[in-house]
């Protein structure tokens, strides 16, 4: 008789998991609710120049959405710090050997990196400071 052996892949780390859902929670509540919501306005209100104090983005916010309104201007003025910390320890889990051998968990690993690495970089455009005192609004 010959038994069979079953090779179960490595599963990934807790501070893996955690720091892997932290950045894709914040990537989406940024570029989804933030800059999602900001374009819809825009293509109703306006373009950016337009929206100032008269197009309070508090206005145009859904009505059954409105738990979710706090976490996306959280986001919008504060998250590219978060992002900004989120990026360092982003890339020294990718490095690690364990994180690179499980293929899928690298690729959305990078995926989050990069895109909150664009966070820290569009708030710091024109677009990103209007984006912020629209918010601010």
């Known amino acids: 008789m ?3 052996q079953v090779s179960l892949a490595p599963t990934p780390s807790r501070g893996v998991v ?3 859902v932290i950045q894709s929670a914040l990537v989406a509540v940024f570029y989804l609710g933030a800059c999602g919501f900001y374009l819809v306005v825009s293509a109703t209100a306006g373009w950016p120049d337009s929206l100032g104090p008269e197009h ?3 206005d145009y916010w859904p009505a059954l959405l409105w738990s979710a ?4 201007v959280l986001s919008a003025l504060v ?3 978060l992002a900004a910390a989120l ?3 982003g890339l020294w ?10 293929r899928r968990l690298a690729w959305a690993l990078a995926a989050t990196t990069a895109l909150c690495a664009g966070m820290v970089v569009l708030i710091m455009t024109p677009v990103g ?6 918010m601010l609004d």
């Open 18 to 20: 955690v720091l892997l």
């Open 69 to 72: 309104y706090p976490m996306v």
């Open 93 to 102: 889990t990718l490095v690690q050997p364990g994180v690179r051998r499980q």
């Open 79 to 81: 998250g590219h710090i």
């Open 129 to 134: 400071q209007h984006l912020q005192n629209w």
């Open 87 to 89: 990026v360092p320890a």
């Open 2 to 4: 010959s038994t069979a």
């Open 56 to 58: 309070d983005p508090k």
